[in-house]
């Protein structure tokens, strides 16, 4: 029986059934390619729309943006804790040794921290980081060799300057490797993925490197003619020198620096008292208060500044008492006993009464319809409040009264120019009185805002409104936030009167301890930098509510 011819035709498996492979010798030439899942046509379809633009090109990421905005604040929150816990570097600088770091500011500046006296706060720069120095403590070797050989207090502004530059160039290297250590290792933590760590720290480098470039353009040596003081610090504006030192001693910033290093080792020296404040001689000193409002706090604080800085003359711009009331006049007395000269003008709470009852008190004089005094080589005019408005039953009449008043103390004025004698200083309590006096006199001094406020006028009149004394008085205690008491001293030249530097004293208000001390010059008085100009004094400015 002939055999049935097999077909060479392999035959289906049946579905369901696997299909078995048999080992077998592997053919030259053949590659034996891995199995693959098999994917629908759809998929493959989806895969390549989502890698592919129409073009062949590959698309955009789905949201860039929002990748570039993530990448960015880590590499900001990293830099900021890496200089937080690595930032720092301590460096001696002088007689003392210090710490300094960088730290994120929206201001920038530099704070120098002098525990326990309090803190030194300079406009340095205007960048994203602040400068921070932390006076550790004074070496005894190295303050005892200055105190026992004086003559080298000659050579402390080199040595300070380089001890500077040296800490400086430290704290420069280890902020880069701060802020790159700190961004990669958020960048780990947030992406786990090193190239997105790597470019965090990358980015992280160039802000700190941007904000570097941004404190060099600004660098601003003068800042250290103006210094804020706070905490015991506030006690002792003699650190950086009078008014009239510097004005006509300022060389460069590294000199101000060495004198300041200087001056901190006496203080450390000294030990347990700050030194008393010494005024330049050929400086002549005015207190400006206003708006005391019954406030017995006031007394303390103007005897106490009296004395501190040898004041001259107290100009006192109203605004003294609350309601104007007989009841009220005792508590007036106090003005014959505060050691200066008192000049006051009536506010628009100080009756006509309380006018009377300061007129012809020891050391008072009392100023009113352009009256003009001399007192410590000082001429001043002022004029009267021509509003009596203790409370709100009183119908103000408003600014219009006030620039009549002004206008009676403008015409004054001219009468002293034309005969030859100018006045120095024109005093009104309303801040729209006072700038009737605009181009008449060099200043012009007001009060009546709670708050300050400095300006030139457009005739060249520097107009200086003060703050409350009293800090609003008894109304205080209403508000949700206490008022701060503020006073200022004027400095002005022996010969020419003319205004040389100002000290802008804070207090914190009922039941806050802050004291603050603020320096300012002039913008025709600021010495200029080697092959520069003189840069402008900024003006302080704050809100409050009109008394």
């Given at each position: 029986m002939a055999r049935a011819a097999r077909s060479r035709t392999p035959h289906p498996d049946p579905p369901g059934r696997p299909r078995l492979r048999l080992p077998g010798p592997r053919l030259p030439g053949r590659r034996r390619h891995p199995a693959a899942p098999d994917r629908s046509g759809t998929e493959r379809d989806r895969t390549a729309t989502r890698r592919t633009a129409p073009g062949g090109t590959l698309a955009p990421p789905a949201h860039p943006y929002a990748r570039a905005l993530g990448l960015l604040a880590v590499s900001a929150l990293g830099a900021w804790l890496g200089l937080l816990v690595l930032g720092g570097v301590r460096a001696p600088v002088g007689p003392m040794d210090t710490s300094m770091a960088l730290r994120p500011s929206l201001a920038g500046g530099t704070r120098i921290t002098v525990p326990p006296l309090g803190d030194l706060e300079l406009d340095s720069h205007t960048a994203p980081v602040r400068l921070d120095v932390d006076v550790d403590r004074l070496d005894p070797a190295r303050s005892a060799e200055l105190v026992d050989h004086p003559e080298r207090f000659a050579g402390l502004q080199k040595q300070v300057t380089h001890d500077v530059l040296r800490g400086a160039a430290g704290l420069a290297a280890a902020s880069c490797?701060?802020?790159?250590?700190?961004?990669?290792?958020?960048?780990?933590?947030?992406?786990?993925?090193?190239?997105?760590?790597?470019?965090?720290?990358?980015?992280?480098?160039?802000?700190?490197?941007?904000?570097?470039?941004?404190?060099?353009?600004?660098?601003?040596?003068?800042?250290?003619?103006?210094?804020?003081?706070?905490?015991?610090l506030s006690s002792a504006p003699s650190v950086v020198g009078t008014a009239r030192s510097i004005v006509s001693e300022f060389d460069v910033y590294q000199k101000e620096l060495a004198r300041l290093v200087t001056n901190v080792s006496k203080l450390y020296d000294t030990a347990s008292t700050l030194p008393a404040y010494q005024p330049d001689p050929t400086t002549l000193r005015v207190l400006h208060v206003s708006d005391i409002h019954l406030n017995p706090?006031?007394?303390?604080?103007?005897?106490?500044?009296?004395?501190?800085?040898?004041?001259?003359?107290?100009?006192?711009?109203?605004?003294?008492?609350?309601?104007?009331?007989?009841?009220?006049?005792?508590?007036?007395?106090?003005?014959?006993?505060?050691?200066?000269?008192?000049?006051?003008?009536?506010?628009?709470?100080?009756?006509?009464?309380?006018?009377?009852?300061?007129?012809?008190?020891?050391?008072?004089?009392?100023?009113?319809?352009?009256?003009?005094?001399?007192?410590?080589?000082?001429?001043?005019?002022?004029?009267?409040?021509?509003?009596?408005?203790?409370?709100?039953?009183?119908?103000?009449?408003?600014?219009?009264?006030?620039?009549?008043?002004?206008?009676?103390?403008?015409?004054?004025?001219?009468?002293?120019?034309?005969?030859?004698?100018?006045?120095?200083?024109?005093?009104?309590?309303?801040?729209?009185?006072?700038?009737?006096?605009?181009?008449?006199?060099?200043?012009?001094?007001?009060?009546?805002?709670?708050?300050?406020?400095?300006?030139?006028?457009?005739?060249?009149?520097?107009?200086m409104v003060e703050g409350s004394t009293g800090g609003g008085g008894l109304r205080a205690?209403?508000?949700?936030?206490?008022?701060?008491?503020?006073?200022?001293?004027?400095?002005?030249?022996?010969?020419?009167?003319?205004?040389?530097?100002?000290?802008?004293?804070?207090?914190?208000?009922?039941?806050?301890?802050?004291?603050?001390?603020?320096?300012?010059?002039?913008?025709?008085?600021?010495?200029?930098?080697?092959?520069?100009?003189?840069?402008?004094?900024?003006?302080?400015?704050?809100?409050?509510?009109?008394?």
């Open positions: 490797a701060a802020v790159v250590s700190g961004a990669t290792a958020l960048g780990l933590v947030v992406y786990r993925r090193p190239r997105r760590a790597l470019a965090a720290g990358g980015l992280a480098l160039t802000l700190l490197t941007a904000s570097g470039a941004a404190a060099y353009a600004t660098w601003n040596p003068q800042s250290v003619l103006e210094p804020r003081f706070s905490g015991l706090a006031g007394w303390h604080l103007v005897a106490s500044l009296v004395k501190q800085y040898r004041i001259d003359v107290i100009i006192d711009t109203g605004d003294t008492m609350d309601h104007g009331s007989a009841a009220e006049n005792h508590f007036l007395d106090p003005v014959s006993t505060l050691g200066a000269p008192y000049v006051w003008v009536r506010g628009n709470h100080d009756s006509r009464g309380t006018q009377r009852y300061l007129t012809g008190r020891r050391h008072v004089t009392v100023l009113d319809d352009g009256q003009v005094t001399q007192v410590a080589g000082v001429r001043i005019a002022g004029v009267g409040d021509p509003q009596f408005t203790p409370d709100r039953t009183v119908a103000a009449a408003g600014d219009a009264a006030e620039r009549a008043a002004g206008t009676r103390l403008a015409g004054a004025l001219r009468t002293q120019r034309l005969a030859g004698t100018p006045v120095d200083i024109a005093l009104a309590h309303n801040p729209a009185a006072a700038a009737e006096a605009d181009g008449l006199v060099p200043l012009a001094l007001a009060g009546h805002l709670h708050h300050r406020e400095i300006s030139t006028l457009p005739r060249g009149t520097r107009l205690v209403q508000n949700k936030q206490p008022a701060p008491v503020q006073a200022s001293v004027l400095y002005l030249d022996r010969t020419t009167r003319r205004l040389q530097a100002w000290d802008e004293i804070t207090l914190g208000g009922l039941g806050l301890t802050r004291a603050e001390v603020s320096r300012h010059l002039p913008r025709e008085n600021q010495p200029a930098a080697p092959g520069g100009t003189p840069s402008a004094s900024p003006s302080a400015t704050a809100s409050g509510t009109a008394g």
